[in-house]
């Protein structure tokens, strides 16, 4: 098992920055990549930036520029810095780690709301 907890969202004007944090703990050893994804209301969930342990990254082609991923492995925290944000990046963030084997785990999610 593997719990997962996000922090950091919030009400911003669009243009400004938010940073979002995921705690993990359990059985983290085992993650193979995470990242976050996030989910707009009437729309499917999507992958916004995921990075494996061997720090390979990749973005959402619309946040490429604006938003980076980052890990500090020694406390088990996973980051996404968003700036310049839009109306539409509004959604609620989900952490998300995948475990050899395929096993996936989700955080409660945190909401980013952007108003122009």
């Known amino acids: 098992q593997v719990q997962l907890v996000e922090s950091g969202g919030g009400l911003v004007h669009a243009g400004g920055s938010l940073r979002l944090s995921c705690v993990a703990s359990?059985?983290?050893?085992?993650?193979?990549?995470m990242g976050w994804y996030r989910q707009a209301p009437g729309k499917e969930r999507e992958m916004v930036a995921r990075?494996?342990?061997?720090?390979?990254?990749d973005y959402l082609d619309s946040v490429k520029g604006r938003f980076s991923i980052s890990r500090d492995p020694a406390k088990d925290q996973l980051f996404l810095q968003m700036n310049n944000l839009r109306p539409e990046d509004t959604a609620v963030y989900y952490c998300w780690h995948r475990l050899h084997g395929s096993e996936e785990y989700w955080g409660q999610g945190t909401q980013v709301t952007i108003y122009s």
């Open positions: 990075v494996t342990v061997g720090g390979t990254s």
């Open positions: 359990g059985r983290i050893f085992s993650t193979d990549i």
